[in-house]
């Protein structure tokens, strides 16, 4: 259940065992063992590790870093890209999920934006 409840619209998963050690509270032994296992039973199989890009933005605003974060994700779901991991920090920002209200931010709003501070909703 596990791989499964993390694999992909393809059926793909890649765990690291140290993490699923760590989330299933085993020894990374233990882990190792199961995966052997399941292997060998024919369950699962083990492929190659894959390519990543690796992209080192720096300092860049967040919404210039969620636009490119979504044309990423596009790319890499029609299978234009590899897998891509990028290094960048913003500067503070806050962000309201799908059910967050902006009447939960106790700071006024001219005052929020006054401290240079910007909302988005994800």
Do not use: W
């Amino acid at each position: 259940m596990y791989l499964s409840d993390r694999a992909n619209k393809d059926g793909q998963c890649y765990p690291v065992i140290s993490m699923i050690a760590r989330e299933l509270k085993m020894s990374e032994s233990t882990v190792k063992r199961a995966l052997g296992d399941l292997l060998k039973a024919g369950y699962i199989k083990k492929e190659p590790t894959i390519n990543l890009n690796i992209v080192n933005f720096g300092i860049i605003p967040y919404s210039i870093a969620l636009e490119i974060q979504y044309k990423l994700l596009e790319k890499r779901q029609n299978g234009e890209i590899d897998n891509t991991l990028l290094l960048l920090e913003h500067p503070p920002v806050l962000t309201l999920g799908t059910r967050g209200e902006y009447k939960n931010i106790y700071l006024p709003s001219d005052e929020f934006k006054k401290a240079g501070n910007r909302g988005f909703r994800s």
